[in-house]
């Protein structure tokens, strides 16, 4: 994937408009996300009312509300009262402007790009919550299992199958390791919502990627769990959310899947 990204930008096969045009349009869509990061986990409407100060409730003008540019000539403050604003703003955006850019030029102008999108973006509003509340809404999981399975349909390297075995290696293997972890220890070990998310990534990507999400998830959060117990001298392992990194290693395999399926089996059986 990467070799393929490099050889198209220095082909120059798209102008800086199309980049431009496809990271304004995603990084509005990250407005938003920013709107269900914010009021999901409050059981708010996504919808209505519109956008408001958190601080001073004060209603949000449009020209307040550009993605990132908006920010940066408020100084990251409130036009009204001058509370900051979370730096959460911005980063959102600019995550899903990036995202826009990457699945439509790694997938091209088909249908897998909009769905792969709309999976990371959901991925985005999960992260986010996780790592704020440290719970993974079913609003989104649940809904995302079914649409996971609908999208099999659609995406040419995904069967109905493949969809239905990517739920139950993953969210069943996880359900088996926490029901076994609670057995042994008498404490919960993983959250339900991990389970379901788990299920989500093997609805949208398969068995294959469901197994590769958890080694890479367990893997990367148990680098940063060590290196957070490190620095600040105490035992963390009921701090950090796990959603991240399973979404993460669930980017991972989107972009770079392939790539390492194949290093693998060559390593393993050479």
């Not at 708010?44 to 307040?64: A, L, T």
């Not at 919550?129 to 995406?155: E, K, N, W, Y």
């Not at 990627?209 to 290196?227: E, L, P, R």
Request: hydrophobic share 50%; with cysteine.
């Amino acid at each position: 994937m990467a070799e393929t990204i490099y050889l198209r930008l220095a082909s120059g096969d798209w102008h800086l408009a199309t980049y431009l045009l496809i990271f304004a349009i995603g990084a509005s869509i990250g407005s938003f996300l920013n709107v269900c990061i914010y009021r999901i986990p409050e059981s708010k409407s996504i919808v209505s009312p519109p956008s408001s100060c958190p601080s001073c409730n004060s209603p949000i003008r449009f020209y307040d509300n550009i993605p990132i540019i908006s920010y940066l000539i408020l100084f990251g403050r409130c036009r009204n009262c001058k509370a900051n604003i979370s730096i959460q703003y911005p980063i959102v955006e600019a995550i899903t402007g990036i995202f826009a850019i990457l699945t439509i030029y790694y997938f091209g102008f088909l249908i897998n790009s909009l769905i792969y999108f709309l999976f990371i973006a959901s991925l985005i509003v999960i992260t986010f919550i996780d790592l704020r509340h440290q719970i993974i809404p079913d609003v989104i999981s649940i809904p995302g299992i079914i649409i996971g399975l609908a999208s099999s349909f659609f995406l040419h390297n995904i069967t109905l199958m493949n969809s239905m075995l990517g739920i139950l290696a993953g969210g069943g293997s996880l359900f088996l390791v926490a029901y076994v972890y609670q057995v042994i220890t008498g404490r919960d070990g993983m959250g339900g919502g991990d389970i379901k998310l788990i299920a989500m990534v093997g609805a949208f990507l398969g068995w294959k990627a469901a197994i590769i999400t958890i080694f890479a998830g367990s893997f990367i959060g148990s680098v940063i769990g060590i290196i957070a117990m490190v620095l600040q001298k105490k035992d963390t392992k009921y701090a950090i959310p796990f959603g991240p990194f399973l979404a993460l290693g669930a980017v991972i395999y989107i972009f770079f899947g392939e790539t390492l399926i194949k290093f693998w089996l060559t390593n393993t059986y050479s």
